[in-house]
C-alpha cells in the first residue's frame, strides 16, 4: 500500500503563489502517475495535473501556463508550483497515486488552497 502525506496549502491574495508537496511511503515501486485533483463543495473532484515516472505531465486546460507540476523519484515526491493564483482556484487539493500491481488509487487527507480576491 501507498501513503501519502500533503503540504503546502494555505491563504494567499490573488495573483500570488504557493507549492504544494506530496511524499508517498510504503509500496512506492507500484506508482507510476501521481497527481493533484481539487475538490470545492457540491462538485465532483476534478483533475489539477498529473505527471507519470518517466516525467510527461498533463494539466486541466483551467491551469495551463499557470501551474507546474514536477516529481522527485528519489524521494518519492510530487509538487505543484501554483503561481498566477484566481479566486476560483480555491478549492481542497488532493494527492493522488496509482498502482500499477492493483489498478487502484491512493489519496492524501487534502490540503486547503484559498485565494482572496
Known amino acids: 500500500q501507498v501513503q501519502l502525506v500533503e503540504s503546502g496549502g494555505g491563504l494567499v491574495q490573488a495573483g500570488g503563489s504557493l507549492r504544494l508537496s506530496c511524499a508517498a511511503s510504503g509500496s512506492t515501486f507500484r506508482i507510476n502517475t501521481m497527481g493533484w485533483y481539487r475538490q470545492v463543495p457540491g462538485k465532483q473532484r476534478e483533475l489539477v495535473a498529473a505527471?507519470?515516472?518517466?516525467?510527461?505531465?498533463n494539466y486541466a486546460d483551467s491551469v495551463k501556463g499557470r501551474f507546474t507540476i514536477s516529481r522527485d523519484n528519489a524521494k518519492n515526491t510530487v509538487y505543484l508550483q501554483m503561481n498566477s493564483l484566481k479566486p476560483e482556484d480555491t478549492a481542497v487539493y488532493y494527492c493522488?497515486?496509482?498502482?500499477?500491481?492493483?489498478?487502484?488509487?491512493?489519496w492524501g487527507q487534502g490540503t486547503q488552497v484559498t485565494v482572496s480576491s
Open positions: 493522488n497515486a496509482d498502482d500499477i500491481y492493483t489498478a487502484t488509487d491512493s
Open positions: 505527471i507519470r515516472r518517466g516525467g510527461s505531465t
